[in-house]
């Protein structure tokens, strides 16, 4: 997975990405929720200036699940929450994707790409600005690149 410019949430002012509508994904989330034995904890989709996803917590046939989106792509993953982080590892549910990809705007990641240590060619359309922060932030996954809360 080559991730495109605008992936970190960092960039210059000409190269202001588009925006991810937020009602879209807590849309989905809600959507989600009704055909399973679930429920939402809560949806974050407040623009933060150190953190480049929306989240959303649910609660499905008794685990913590948590739902991130990139707010500039319309990328979708599926995590655990984390003690001392809001997540630590990627997971893959077909459930969960299925209802994302049925809403042809998102895409769902699957756990191994972003779970894997980032190769410099999948950091070659990043803005220059980004690449400094990655090498600033030495994410360990690409997931920490696509879903980061750096400030």
Known sequence: MILPKGTTGFFSAEDK??????KQFSKACF?????MKAKVLCISTQLEPDKNYYYAALEIKGR?????????HPYIAFAKPGEDVIYEDFFDDADLAS??????????LPADILNA????????ELS???IS???????????????????
């Open 117 to 124: 240590k980032p190769e410099p060619n999948q950091l070659s």
């Open 64 to 72: 913590s699940v948590l739902i991130l989106c990139n707010t500039s």
């Open 128 to 130: 220059e600005v980004e």
């Open 99 to 108: 209802v994302f990809k049925a809403i042809k705007s998102f895409e769902v």
């Open 31 to 35: 959507n989600l929720v009704s055909g």
């Open 133 to 151: 922060e990655i090498e600033h932030w030495k994410p360990s996954r690409l997931g920490e690149i696509v879903f980061n809360h750096w400030d």
């Open 17 to 22: 990405p588009s925006q991810v509508n937020p």
